[in-house]
């Protein structure tokens, strides 16, 4: 063989029978193949065999299958981002003609993907508030309501929905529920009747803020119906991605805590500060959706809270820029802790009144919590407002 063969034929490094690796190898394949042609079509093969990376690859297989049981459910299908998970799984339940809800206090892309996008398609849309049940149902009535997408607890302002409620509204009017649990985490809210699970894995799942994902987990027929169009989409998640992300799941459960335990430790802070006028966080004894959360999740409220401080935006920027410790910029659930101006990074989409309505002013600003000491998250939180009201 000459070498210019060898270098498109590579030799291979056999392990003996029962010698395994106790990680998990990254299958970087595009193709897999079989010996002749007979072997590729029996039971085994095609039920369970590998072809090509876009359809299914070991790596993303063996995070399919991790994330689907830690959601309580059967299948999964990983995609490239958190925002193709929300688009697989609308796409997977909606026509032309049909109506989707989302809640207005929603992630922002998601509220453009309805409201600029999918009405493009011919789709039409509601957007009452999370906490207006009476009018979630009015609308469920009407006969085009397909599917609900929604999260738990939303992002930024971190609401609690009752999703017990809003599940048998939903089930009464035969309206496909779709929760983005991004924020709730693989652990939670899979006693649930949720049809679609969605989650950006670039946050809590990854862990580490190198590596972007996505999921749709759902029970097998549902998720058979979705996957030839993940697969026809290409949104396929790239194997060196799942293994990254399959990393930092082995940490994941740790991380959760320790970033639920340094959110509350942060929010107990904040909401007895002198510059801050009200804080937002479930942990919270006293916020409103306090005892929800604590029934619908486990231990831990997650690392996100938002809060208004007194004073007005101008104000609010100068504290987020003195700030050490946190990054300005949007995303959660990694190392490191962030800070957003909560009306210009999350609602540019939403007007005064809806901004209003979702609760979000000038002076709204929003930390994603990191895994450093709270003590020194504390200490920079309390230069901050020494700064900026100096
Ligand atoms: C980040 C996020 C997404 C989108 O995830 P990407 O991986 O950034 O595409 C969707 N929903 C929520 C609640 C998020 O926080």
Do not use: W
């Given at each position: 063989m000459k070498k210019e063969t060898r270098l498109a034929h590579h030799p291979r490094a056999k392990l003996p029978r029962g010698n395994e690796s106790l990680v998990e190898p990254v299958y970087r394949s595009v193709k897999f193949t079989y010996e002749d042609i007979a072997?590729?079509?029996?039971?085994?093969?095609?039920?369970?065999?590998?072809?090509?990376?876009?359809?299914?690859?070991?790596?993303?297989?063996?995070?399919?299958?991790?994330?689907?049981?830690?959601?309580?459910?059967?299948?999964?299908?990983?995609?490239?981002?958190?925002?193709?998970?929300?688009w697989l799984a609308a796409l997977g339940n909606l026509r032309a003609g049909d109506r989707i809800v989302c809640f207005l206090e929603s992630y922002r892309p998601i509220r453009v993907m309805v409201r600029?996008?999918?009405?493009?398609?011919?789709?039409?849309?509601?957007?009452?508030?999370?906490?207006?049940?009476?009018?979630?149902?009015?609308?469920?009535?009407?006969?085009?309501?397909?599917?609900?997408?929604?999260?738990?607890?939303?992002?930024?302002?971190?609401?609690?929905?009752?999703?017990?409620?809003?599940?048998?509204?939903?089930?009464?009017?035969?309206?496909?529920?779709?929760?983005?649990?991004?924020?709730?985490?693989?652990?939670?809210?899979?006693?649930?009747?949720?049809?679609?699970?969605?989650?950006?894995?670039?946050?809590?799942?990854?862990?580490?803020?190198?590596?972007?994902?996505?999921?749709?987990?759902?029970?097998?027929?549902?998720?058979?119906?979705?996957?030839?169009?993940?697969?026809?989409?290409?949104a396929t998640l790239d194997p060196g991605a799942a293994f990254l992300i399959l990393r930092g799941l082995r940490t994941y459960a740790l991380r959760y805590r320790r970033h639920s335990e340094s959110a509350l430790a942060l929010a107990d802070f904040l909401s007895g500060h002198p510059r801050v006028e009200r804080v937002f966080y479930p942990g919270l004894k006293d916020d409103p959706g306090h005892e929800l959360a604590s029934k619908q999740m486990g231990d831990g409220y997650g690392c996100v809270l938002s809060f208004d401080l007194r004073g007005d935006g101008e104000r609010a920027w100068k504290f987020i820029d003195a700030l050490e410790l946190f990054a300005t910029v949007a995303s959660i659930g990694s190392t490191e802790s962030l800070v957003a101006p909560v009306k210009l990074y999350f609602a540019g989409d939403l007007s005064e009144e809806e901004c209003a309505r979702a609760g979000i002013g000038d002076n709204t600003v929003r930390l994603a919590v990191g895994l450093e000491?709270?003590?020194?998250?504390?200490?920079?939180?309390?230069?901050?407002?020494a700064a900026a009201f100096g």
């Open positions: 072997s590729s079509l029996t039971p085994e093969a095609r039920d369970e065999g590998f072809d090509y990376t876009r359809d299914a690859n070991p790596t993303t297989r063996q995070l399919e299958q991790l994330t689907a049981e830690l959601q309580g459910r059967d299948d999964a299908v990983c995609v490239s981002t958190g925002m193709a998970s929300a600029q996008r999918l009405s493009r398609l011919g789709i039409s849309h509601s957007l009452p508030s999370v906490h207006d049940l009476q009018g979630l149902e009015e609308i469920f009535a009407a006969d085009e309501t397909r599917c609900l997408i929604f999260e738990a607890p939303t992002n930024p302002m971190v609401q609690v929905p009752d999703i017990g409620a809003i599940t048998s509204l939903a089930r009464a009017h035969g309206v496909s529920t779709i929760l983005d649990n991004t924020f709730g985490g693989l652990h939670n809210h899979g006693q649930f009747e949720i049809d679609y699970y969605i989650h950006s894995l670039t946050k809590y799942a990854s862990g580490h803020g190198d590596v972007m994902g996505g999921v749709v987990i759902a029970d097998r027929e549902r998720l058979g119906e979705l996957k030839p169009l993940a697969t026809n989409m290409g000491d709270p003590g020194d998250l504390i200490a920079d939180l309390e230069q901050a407002f």
